[in-house]
């Protein structure tokens, strides 16, 4: 089990993640779910020892990974973003290297072949890792990750940069290593984190927006009707007036499109249609409406709730509007 308590960090005066509380118990996968710049990886280096916190505490098994790294860090298998390999050896020369690091020498020639075998390298050990696609350079990091059979697997953007196809095979290998082992990874692709997690743990500028089931995040918006619209004008006098219209229950900014059009996330009480409303209130107000479409995603409804989507439709920060357009 892994139970992290008031986990905080900051580089210089710069708060990167700020009292984030939770615990992941045997046999479950939890996804954490962010923009870029919302504190995942500052949270996944910490949680895999790579990384001192500023305060709080991280235990693995009631070990504290601080005071007992070593013994803490035996129980925890660590994919980054970009796996650390060494391209001009062979898969099955890198995983020896790698037992050798972690001091594995009982049984190593027999776990080598069952990490190949679990991750799907059998006929991949004696090519060189320059040779191997992307999707299989991930099955290596995860293969390294896999030495010492640790019981909680941490993958940072797991899937990140690979192709459609290598993104399906790498998400049914995390979903059979889940169903032994406790897995944390990050992403911001909503649909993944969906198909994947039991539960998700949403990071927004570095704090805890929301730490629920999956489907718990699912139904909190499944009565309601949503539509994203397109609207010409200047965007606070549109919002406000989003925000008066009849029915209307929420409404944020969500990107823009050009000097004064914004796209906008607007949504009702009950299922309630608010179309009419949302025309009368845009026309009153002197806007243009250009177009309205229904939102069907209830899982990024749910997500968009939770963070502050006008600061990405606002350009006031790059990094988290390129980690929107990524994972939409």
Do not use: W
Not at 254 to 274: H, P, T
């Amino acid at each position: 089990m892994l139970a992290v308590n008031g986990l905080t960090k900051y580089y210089g005066e710069r708060m990167a993640i700020n009292n984030i509380t939770f615990t992941v118990p045997d046999g479950q996968i939890l996804g954490l779910l962010g923009l870029n710049g919302a504190g995942k990886s500052t949270t996944m280096n910490i949680l895999a020892g790579c990384l001192s916190s500023s305060s709080g505490t991280v235990l693995v098994d009631g070990i504290d990974i601080e005071k007992e790294p070593e013994k803490a860090k035996s129980r925890i298998g660590y994919l980054p973003e970009i796996p650390p390999l060494y391209p001009d050896m062979r898969v099955a020369e890198y995983l020896d290297f790698v037992f050798e690091l972690k001091k594995i020498r009982p049984r190593r020639k027999n776990r080598l072949e069952d990490i190949c075998r679990e991750t799907g390298l059998e006929q991949a050990r004696k090519r060189l890792i320059a040779n191997l696609s992307k999707g299989y350079r991930q099955r290596v990091g995860l293969a390294a990750a896999l030495a010492g059979d640790p019981a909680i697997l941490v993958l940072d953007e797991p899937t990140v940069g690979l192709d459609p196809t290598q993104i399906i095979e790498i998400r049914n290998l995390i979903s059979r290593l889940g169903k032994e082992r406790t897995v944390i990874f990050s992403s911001h692709i909503l649909s993944e984190v969906q198909i994947l997690c039991s539960r998700v743990l949403v990071l927004d500028r570095g704090q805890a927006a929301a730490d629920e089931k999956t489907e718990d995040l699912v139904s909190a918006l499944e009565n309601h009707s949503s539509y994203v619209v397109v609207a010409e004008g200047e965007p606070g006098g549109v919002l406000a007036a989003l925000k008066n219209a009849d029915g209307v229950r929420e409404a944020r900014m969500l990107r823009r499109e050009s000097e004064n059009v914004r796209e906008y996330f607007v949504a009702g009480e009950k299922r309630q249609d608010i179309r009419k409303a949302v025309f009368r209130a845009l026309s009153g107000g002197g806007f243009a409406l250009l177009n309205t479409k229904q939102n069907n995603s209830a899982f990024e409804q749910a997500f968009l709730s939770l963070i502050n989507a006008e600061t990405i439709a606002g350009g006031e920060d790059s990094d988290r509007e390129a980690g929107y357009a990524r994972g939409f």
